[in-house]
């Protein structure tokens, strides 16, 4: 009876996830000298509101890979649909490639049902996918927005379990921005009471943990399907740099020019090489020769 491969199919396509550097990882790390490279984590707080008329979510932007701060402008909230987005914490690579998956299922589905699609749709797709693969895929997200049924807000965990909730938060800030979400959260907030929750949130989140820090990103879902993303800087906060560098394209500069004479290699290889440039052989110097006398014989 043949072995079992070690991934199916599914996982060993390219459009979907390799473990191919894990286990070359797990392989080199018994040999002595080798330290595996960390991972971009987003070592974040992220908090979700559902109120009246919409819902927020809110990030900050800090990246960090280990002890290392990377970036102050990560992207951790992202567009699944024009009406659901989806918001983060866990190993960058793993977010990036979800919502990129999601994303293209949801454009699909859509396509299906010439309708707006339900938020639970992408919820249900994103559960299946981390289930599937068996916790391996390590990020938590929230998943918000508006369809047919109102405004919807759930928590996903990255074993595949999920709950549908008024307001959540993760990430390493988790504890700290969940603690003023309980004592402030009110079923009938307005747009701009959420909006402060949400900040207050994610401060307290910078405040009591190492890795998260820099601006406060916040997405609002509002019931008429508009949406706003926005930065929110405070003093003290590290103001985001653009990760790509944006150059001018213009002309070359001529700092100085110099003119020399251009002479045929014919005419340098007919002409002899002066002294000073002539090769000694090996053996001898260019030192003149002192004669010795000889002795005669008797």
């Not at 983060?88 to 994303?103: C, K, M, N, Q």
């Amino acid at each position: 009876m043949l072995p079992a491969p070690s991934q199916s199919l599914f996982q060993r396509s390219s459009t979907e996830f390799s473990f191919v550097n894990r286990e070359r990882d797990n392989q080199l790390a018994g040999r002595k000298g080798f330290i595996p490279t960390p991972p971009t984590t987003t070592g974040s707080t992220a908090v979700g509101i559902k109120y009246r008329d919409g819902v927020i979510i809110a990030t900050d932007r800090q990246g960090t890979a280990d002890c290392i701060v990377t970036t102050n402008c990560m992207k951790k909230i992202y567009c699944l649909q024009d009406n659901i987005y989806a918001g983060g914490s866990g190993i960058y690579g793993d977010l990036h490639h979800v919502a990129r998956l999601t994303r293209a299922q949801m454009d699909l589905h859509r396509l299906q049902m010439s309708c707006k699609v339900p938020v639970v749709c992408a919820n249900q797709f994103v559960k299946h996918l981390l289930y599937d693969y068996q916790g391996n895929i390590r990020i938590n997200l929230i998943i918000g927005g508006v369809d047919n049924e109102g405004p919807s807000l759930y928590s996903t965990h990255f074993d595949g379990t999920t709950e549908k909730v008024p307001f959540a938060s993760n990430g390493s800030g988790d504890f700290a921005a969940m603690t003023v979400l309980e004592k402030r959260w009110r079923e009938s907030l307005d747009e701009k009471g959420a909006e402060s929750l949400a900040i207050d949130a994610v401060r307290s989140g910078i405040k009591n943990d190492l890795y998260s820090c820099s601006p406060i990103h916040i997405c609002v879902i509002r019931t008429d399907y508009s949406v706003s993303l926005y930065d929110k800087i405070f003093a003290g906060s590290p103001v985001p740099r653009s990760p790509v560098w944006r150059v001018k394209p213009q002309p070359p500069k001529v700092l100085f020019a110099a003119d020399h004479a251009l002479e045929p290699i014919a005419n340098r290889l007919s002409k002899s090489p002066p002294e000073s440039d002539q090769v000694v052989p090996k053996g001898h110097t260019d030192r003149p020769r002192i004669s010795t006398p000889q002795k005669q014989k008797n």
